[in-house]
């Protein structure tokens, strides 16, 4: 770290032994041992489908987190994924669960010694449950297409309308003179076209 202090600022750090007493501040800084809780809670959306229902999904509850303080060279990391949502509600107000929540946890184990390291991957996710009926399957299947006709409706809005053209005068033929409206009578059909009378 001090080389490469004095690499990058050598006007700042001024010569070797400043950036390793520098870099040796920084050591004493960083702490000792790590310590996470991380919780992040994913929206819920709420999609419309015309003429059906709504449908509703979201990613649940993602929580990072160490059980106890861990030194860099031992670390033990748990991530989980719960409160998973997926289900289509009726006109009627009926509701159909297609996905039931499961629990997807991940744990990472890193070890560090002057023999090596070594990392752990542990991923356990229980029995998943699929429940799809007609009418929930069609209205998953319209979910794209109704997100698409919602995106699609607000960049309508977003867009400037074009301003309406000016009136026409009283002269809409351009010629100046006045309109003549065209009239019937005996022997002529509406429009002014003149019909011949047939002999009796």
């Not at 309406?164 to 006045?178: E, I, M, N, V």
């Not at 076209?193 to 002999?199: D, K, M, N, S, T």
Request: aromatic share 6%; hydrophobic share 40%; with cysteine.
């Amino acid at each position: 770290v001090a080389e490469i202090m004095y690499g990058a600022l050598p006007n700042s750090v001024g010569s070797r032994d400043r950036a390793h007493s520098l870099a040796k501040k920084v050591y004493e800084r960083i702490p000792d041992k790590l310590e996470l809780d991380v919780k992040i809670a994913s929206p819920i959306f709420h999609v419309p489908v015309p003429g059906q229902g709504t449908t509703i999904f979201s990613l649940g509850l993602f929580h990072l987190q160490t059980p106890t303080p861990c030194e860099y060279s031992n670390l033990d990391i748990h991530c989980q994924l719960n409160e998973m949502v997926l289900c289509a509600v009726s006109l009627r107000g009926e509701r159909f669960d297609m996905f039931q929540p499961v629990l997807f946890h991940v744990q990472i184990q890193y070890h560090s010694n002057d023999e090596g390291s070594e990392v752990t991957l542990r991923v356990e996710a229980k029995k998943a449950g699929v429940t799809l009926v007609p009418q929930s399957l069609q209205m998953l299947m319209a979910t794209p297409f109704a997100m698409a006709g919602v995106m699609w409706e607000k960049e309508q809005k977003e867009r400037p309308q074009p301003q309406p053209a000016p009136a026409a005068g009283p002269d809409a033929s351009g010629d100046g003179g006045p309109l003549v409206a065209a009239s019937t009578s005996d022997g002529a059909e509406p429009g002014g076209r003149a019909v011949a009378a047939e002999p009796t």
